[in-house]
């Protein structure tokens, strides 16, 4: 169990070290977002700029337009629809090389209510050419698409989460931007896309990112227990996308579930269903959260009464495969 | 032909040859924004005399050659709807050939209606979407300390811009981190698109925001080039410099000037004829004075 933000913290600080040229800034978040350790270990490198977001973004793009790599920190409320425009003129039509990295994400912030739990920061991301959107699902994957965002040259939004998540990540798999990854059954991706159609015969297949990767597996585990075969997949690359992934997964099942900790509306259940429609229609059913605010309440609580955990996932998934 | 290096003097350009380049953007404005037939006259004539002092008054230290040089100064059209006069000066200056201008806001030109600095050299940002200019100019500012390079950074601003609020956020940051290679010019032709600044959201008075915001402040005739220079190489006082320059839209054509109608229209027919006729005397007595 680790908050995903605490890992961000930590490889921040890694990737400091490694590269003279990795700046930071942050919106009186410091604390909260983690980058507070890199400002300790790296103070002429850390650039707090106040409740100033739009400033923010802007100042990052400056600083990318000189060669450096900025990362630009707050809760993924403030950090996307907050300056989306920003974000947009700024740093996505010039193609700056900055990182957005957003935590306090989705539905957990939880108690602090629906003005602070960001449901459309990814569909808002998503939109913008030229922009990578990654959700990573663990403390592991965290790091390792922090360090490929580094590396990536061009603008990268990677959405985290405020609450310690239990470990999934497959222990030696690798992230990688545009790639997918399975995490149930034991097989790699690329075994995945080579298998002749309709050999893996899956009941359904989970496409997940963030937290929901977690209940895909609870889910995934009810369902195996009542004879119904499931895999699961990890899409912490939202942007780019891993159509082929997605169409082999399709081929493979009877039914694709999309899980996100987002509106069902433009995020990763939207990218599911535009490849699909497109390319292979397929049944697909979307879990998120249906075109509403999200309210108070602890994490756990809004996930169980917004639908969002295994057992409803699981539930849900068993009856549109009847 | 228009003179160029014979025009130095040995301290650096005459007052006279920034004044003939000022007179040179203004003629290359009109003519672009007649061709194109739309675009921003009244924002890019105010801004004529600035730009000029800039990049021909020996304030800029670019190279056309060498258009991302590391230790280049850096100049931030954040008014980006007044883009033909960079452009203008950017061809001048050898960026990219003059016969390009008048491909302004055509289909496929690299000349956007605003300036996109992924398609045309020596533009540094993408600008357009007022208020951001400044936070561009910041973080160029902060990485040029970062790498302890000496070059400054530049922002023409415009007044009205001044009324989004991001300016004011920008202006913090840069008296907070002591920004002393920054400069701030704001072009105080008090009008925009809806009528008078004053009448519209009243952004007065300026300078004393910048100063209480923790700037260093001078306020300049906009279009006296002698004045601009003079602003333009004061030393630095250990914090941003803004220079407040008054100007009057549209100056350089006698129908457009301090009217806001002719800030984002083109003039087209007989008042096309009429600007030209202007700025084109003027360009043609210059040269005669040769």
Known sequence: MRAARDAYGEVLVELGKENADIVVLDADLSSSTKTSVFAKAFPDRFFNMGIAEANMMGVAAGLASAGKIPFASTFAVFATGRVYDQIRQ???????NVKIVATHGGLTVGPDGATHQALEDVALMRVLPGMTVIVPSDAEETKQAVRAAAGHVGPVYIRLGREAVPDVFPAGATFEIGKGNMFLPGISREQVIAAPPSTLEFDVSFIACGVMVKECLD???????????ASVAGFASIKPFDADLCLALARQSRLVVAAEEHSVVGGLGGAVCECLAENY????LRIGVLDRFGESGS???????YGLTGPSIARKAKAALR | MWKLQSEMEGGGPSIEYVEEMASRLRYHIIRMVGAAGSGHPGGSLSSSDIVAALYFGGILRVDPRNPLWSDRDRFVLSKGHAAPVLYAALAEKGFFPVDVLLTLRKMGSPLQGHPDCKKVAGVEVSTGSLGQGLSLAVGMALAGRLDKKDYKVWALLGDGECQEGQVWEAAMSAAHYKLDNLRVIVDHNHLQID??????????PIAEKFSAFGWETVSVDGHSVRELLEAFRRPSAGKPLAIIAETVKGKGVKFMEGVAGWHGKAPQG???????????MREKAEERGQ
């Not at chain 1, 700024?90 to 700056?96: E, V």
């Not at chain 1, 994490?299 to 009464?305: D, K, P, S, V």
């Open chain 1, 299 to 305: 994490g756990r609580e809004l996930l169980e009464a």
């Open chain 1, 219 to 229: 889910a995934s585990a009810l369902l195996e227990a009542e004879g119904i075969k």
């Open chain 1, 281 to 284: 229609p397929a049944r697909v």
């Open chain 1, 90 to 96: 700024s740093i996505a039509y010039a193609g700056f």
């Open chain 2, 195 to 204: 009528g008078p600044v004053e009448k519209v959201m009243s952004v007065e």
């Open chain 2, 270 to 280: 007989e008042e096309l004829d009429r600007a030209l006729a202007e700025v084109t």
